[in-house]
């Protein structure tokens, strides 16, 4: 694996990094002037292959990537699609079970699913009406 990072990729990783949230390779694609959807992918694919970027699958039709930090979990919101930080770190606790069963964990993903707050609030609105 090479661990150079090609200019290309650089602008992608820097996209992730400014953005902090959540992006499809789409979205990630149409905030770049003259990079293409191939070109996009390859660099995603690098970059979560060095660990910089992490690829997310949560229910959503597309997969979404992030700037890797600080562990934390997620809560997607089953009607609007939203992705949302949860500052909370569970790797201890995935990375002592793992170690009980005797495996390794590299990383953890906890994700939870319900209703976000403002679709709360707007049901909430809704019934009030």
Known sequence: ?????????????G?????????????ILASMDGIGTATVYRALDHLTALGLVRRLSLGKKSAVYEYVRKEHAHFVCSRCGGV???PADFSGMVGEAAV??????????????GVC????EGEHQENAS
């Open 1 to 13: 694996m090479r661990d150079k990072i090609s200019p290309q990729a650089n602008l992608v990783l």
């Open 15 to 27: 996209v992730l990094a400014q953005r902090r949230c959540h992006l499809t390779a789409e979205e």
């Open 84 to 86: 949302f930080d949860i």
């Open 100 to 113: 009980c069963s005797g495996h390794k964990v590299l990383y953890s993903e906890v994700t939870a699913f």
């Open 117 to 120: 707050q403002a679709c709360l």
